[in-house]
Structures are given as structure tokens and as C-alpha cells.
């Protein structure tokens, strides 16, 4: 049980264009999704927190208008890198919280791989 | 104030020998603890947590940790160490009502 999935796995795209990647709770409801980008040999670093039906909460430094963040569902959250440029190259890994759970854990995705050209 | 430290970022042990990662925390509520481990280009897996009740608590894959109040600490263990366990381990901190705040990551090296 818990398992959530990214979809892509990686993703190469040319400077200027928008990724869009998919984060997905499999076998439960997940009110609050969140956001991390991991650099080499780095910890995560949380970009924001996604709530269902409601506006994502960033966290300080992360540009609302480069990450795009959409969660339609209790299963799905989107995020999309708009006008991807090198420097956003990086390690996206998303996690959600079971809705049945009440101590915090986090589930995680595989992580999608971006490289900007 | 929410904060994890994970004291050394790389420890090196020969296959068979003890695992001992560590980590220190701050908070000002009482803390959810977390340890997670991500393999190359993949993303985390929950290794073990604790709550409340029991403070030894046993994860997956043999690794256990106990819950030091007194400490502030809840350090890894496992008592020998395999090959596979080679990995990135993250300690997390949570109980303020939302987010993780993880520690920095120990990159665990397993000698042959």
C-alpha cells in the first residue's frame, strides 16, 4: 500500500518550453501533495504544498509563476515548469499524505529527472 | 523551530559490521520521527517512523532506531550491514502540523 507515482520518469527539453509532471497516489486520497527538488548529493528541498481544490503554498524563493502547481483531484498533482530554461535542470520528487493518516508521513514518488538544453 | 541534524554526511562500514547513523533533532512539539533511504535516482522510501508508545521502533530490511528524549536523538541502527543497504539516509522531523524538515542526508558506503 501507499505508493505514489511520477510520470515522467525523465524528461529532456529544449530551453523555453514547459514540462508538465505528474505526481499520483495509487491506493489512497491525498489531500495534501508535496513538491521537492533535490540537486546532486543534496537534500530535498521543499518548493511548495499542494492542497486539493486550493492554491498551493510556496515556500520563500520558489517563483509561483515558474512552478505551476495544479491539484484537481485527491489523487493528482501537477507541476509545470513554464519557460524551462537550463538552470532548472534538476531532481523533482513529489510526496502525498494519506488522508487516513494523522502523523504526517510521507509517501514518495520515484522522482523525475529534468534536463534542460 | 523545527531543525534535523544529521551528524556525518558519509559513513564507510565493512559488510557484516554495525550500522550507526545519526541524527539530533529540535522541536518545540512533540516530534514525529522519520527515517527515509533513497537509492541512486530514485526517490524515498519510508524505512521506519515514530509516533507515539514504543520508543525502539523496528523498520524494514532489519533497521531499527529508538526514540531518545532525553537526547534529542534517534539514531539508526542495523546490526550488519549488507551490501544493499548502501544508499542515501534521510532523518525527518515532523509534529508542527504540516511539512517535513529533513536532516541533511548520510551517504552510508558498505566495504566488501
Known amino acids: 500500500g501507499a505508493v505514489v507515482s511520477q510520470h515522467p520518469s525523465r524528461v529532456i527539453c529544449k530551453s523555453g518550453t514547459s514540462v508538465k509532471i505528474e505526481c499520483r497516489s495509487l491506493d489512497f486520497q491525498a489531500t495534501t501533495m508535496f513538491w521537492y527538488r533535490q540537486f546532486p548529493k543534496q537534500s530535498l528541498m521543499l518548493m511548495a504544498t499542494s492542497n486539493e481544490g486550493s492554491k498551493a503554498t510556496y515556500e520563500q524563493g520558489v517563483e509561483k509563476d515558474k512552478f505551476l502547481i495544479n491539484h484537481a483531484s485527491l489523487t493528482l498533482s501537477t507541476l509545470t515548469v513554464t519557460s524551462a530554461h537550463p538552470e532548472d535542470s534538476s531532481f523533482y520528487i513529489c510526496s502525498a499524505r494519506d488522508d487516513r493518516a494523522w502523523d504526517e508521513t510521507q509517501y514518495f514518488g520515484p522522482g523525475t529527472r529534468l534536463l534542460v538544453l | 523551530a523545527q531543525s534535523v541534524t544529521q551528524l556525518g554526511s558519509h559513513v564507510s562500514v565493512s559488510e557484516g559490521a554495525l550500522v550507526l547513523l545519526r541524527c539530533n533533532y529540535s522541536s518545540s512539539v512533540p516530534p514525529y520521527l522519520f527515517w527515509y533511504v533513497q537509492y541512486p535516482n530514485q526517490g524515498l522510501q519510508l524505512l521506519l517512523k515514530?509516533?507515539?508508545?514504543?520508543?525502539l521502533v523496528k523498520g524494514i530490511n532489519g533497521f531499527e532506531a529508538e526514540f531518545k528524549k532525553s537526547e534529542t536523538s534517534f539514531h539508526l541502527t542495523k546490526p550488519s550491514a549488507h551490501m544493499s543497504d548502501a544508499a542515501e539516509y534521510f532523518c525527518?522531523?515532523?509534529?508542527?502540523?504540516?511539512?517535513?524538515?529533513f536532516g541533511g542526508g548520510t551517504r552510508l558506503m558498505v566495504k566488501p
Open positions: 525527518a522531523l515532523g509534529g508542527a502540523g504540516n511539512m517535513l524538515t
Open positions: 515514530y509516533t507515539t508508545g514504543a520508543t
